[in-house]
């Protein structure tokens, strides 16, 4: 059980790291799962609904901390504040067509190819991090010394949200980072770095909770509520603890983002992918 509970922890601290930098929390989670995984005490059900309910986690932190900034239904706002507000919901349910439609099209027949077997997962996840690195320092390359084109999340156009929202779909391919392709999507449409990673995490909320809502009834309607006392405490664990590192994660892309570039975290991203590499070379 102790060992359960401390791989709950750290698998809650990577979801909580990876879901919001653009560095791909499936490379790394395949990493943690090939050295430590589960033990037998832990249902394969679970496993899998353990990913689902940790991402849920992740969500509470975006509404933890951008509550005033999302919440239209404050008595508090004014009544331009408030349809500022809707508007901003509009371009995010917008935004979040094109990778739910995708996603109810091809999420199954994407996954079954991609995780076929060993070395086709690990070259499909080991590709599309080193594709989307090159892509951020390339682009970050090409804007460099240019205004950005919209400065706040509030005002991204409908049209932009939309193209933001296309390139969210990509996501469905295992290694993309769904904050990495929605993020760079809007620097490409020329957002500034800040209102880009803002309108990333506000487009995880529905996304997230649709996905993850969505898996968790698959999991009830096959296998009911019978849980044991060590597949709890790590749903419990989990969850926590990826809420808890979201909160200063996001704080931390937002600052960081305001004095530098993404191009870092495309050179990461390559690293990882040679990690990837290497491990499933030298196993």
């Avoid at 430590?36 to 899998?48: D, G, I, Q, R, Y």
């Avoid at 986690?57 to 809707?86: C, D, H, Q």
């Avoid at 804007?143 to 939309?162: C, H, N, Q, T, Y």
């Amino acid at each position: 059980m102790i060992f359960d509970i401390l791989k709950a922890i750290l698998l809650g601290i990577v979801q909580g790291v990876t879901e919001w930098l653009p560095v791909s929390s499936t490379g790394h989670l395949l990493l943690i799962e090939e050295w430590l995984p589960f033990s037998s005490a832990v249902s394969e059900p679970v496993k899998n609904l353990f990913t689902v309910v940790i991402q849920l986690g992740s969500i509470l932190a975006v509404l933890v901390l951008y509550w005033r900034r999302l919440n239209p239904f404050s008595t508090k706002l004014a009544l331009t504040e408030r349809r500022r507000m809707f508007g901003l919901w509009g371009r995010i349910i917008i935004a979040a067509v094109p990778a739910a439609i995708v996603g109810l099209l091809l999420n199954d027949p994407i996954k079954e190819v991609a995780y076929n077997n060993r070395a086709t997962k690990f070259f499909v996840i080991a590709g599309a991090l080193i594709v989307y690195g090159v892509l951020f320092i390339v682009v970050e390359l090409a804007r460099r010394g240019k205004e950005p084109r919209v400065r706040r999340a509030e005002d991204i156009s409908l049209w932009d949200a939309f193209g933001i929202g296309c390139f969210q779909a990509l996501a469905l391919i295992p290694g993309t980072s769904r904050s990495g392709s929605t993020i760079l999507g809007a620097s490409l449409f020329g957002i500034e770095r800040t209102a880009g990673a803002e309108f990333s995490f506000f487009l995880a909320v529905p996304m997230m909770f649709g996905a993850s809502g969505l898996d968790l009834l698959r999991y009830i309607m096959d296998f009911g509520l019978s849980f044991s006392l060590t597949e709890v405490l790590i749903l419990v664990v989990g969850t926590v603890v990826a809420f808890l590192v979201s909160l200063v994660v996001i704080r931390f892309l937002v600052n960081f983002v305001r004095k530098h570039t993404f191009a870092p975290f495309g050179v990461y991203r390559i690293i990882l992918a040679a990690a990837v590499l290497a491990y499933y070379f030298l196993a």
